[in-house]
């Protein structure tokens, strides 16, 4: 059964998946930690989500890997579900195309900022996804969505 199934790939078609998405917060001067200490950059996020006034955005550091030879171009898709209060519930869709890394896989920064980060609200679930052309590699996805 596993032989059909790695048969029924085309050949050299890439398969991925995506690892690890990290939300953050940005603050108003598009920093989502003070220092690089890890530590800190848990304190610093801890500050921003106690106060929102103190926000300008979101910054999602995905992490992802590819393997085999693309076909097509690679496309990291995240999609977000909101609610501003006292309005209906928002969608959104950020994408970037990427190039495929070292065998540890690649980082990725998608960001929701600005006009469009304020009229959006607190995001409340999201999903991440790995696309080769219109073939989905991987993803991952918030414990909500």
Known sequence: MALGMVLALP?????????????????LKGRHTLTPSLYERDAYQYLLRQNPEKRSGLLFDVHWKAKGAAVKPLKLRLELRGILQGKAPRQSVLETEVKPGGWL??????TLTGQAYTDFGEV?????TLWEGDRLLGQQQSFLW
């Open 105 to 110: 896989g690649s980082w990725a920064q998608l």
């Open 124 to 128: 409340t679930a999201w999903r991440a």
């Open 11 to 27: 050949a050299g078609a890439a398969s991925g998946r995506v690892i690890k998405v990290l939300p953050f917060f940005l603050d």
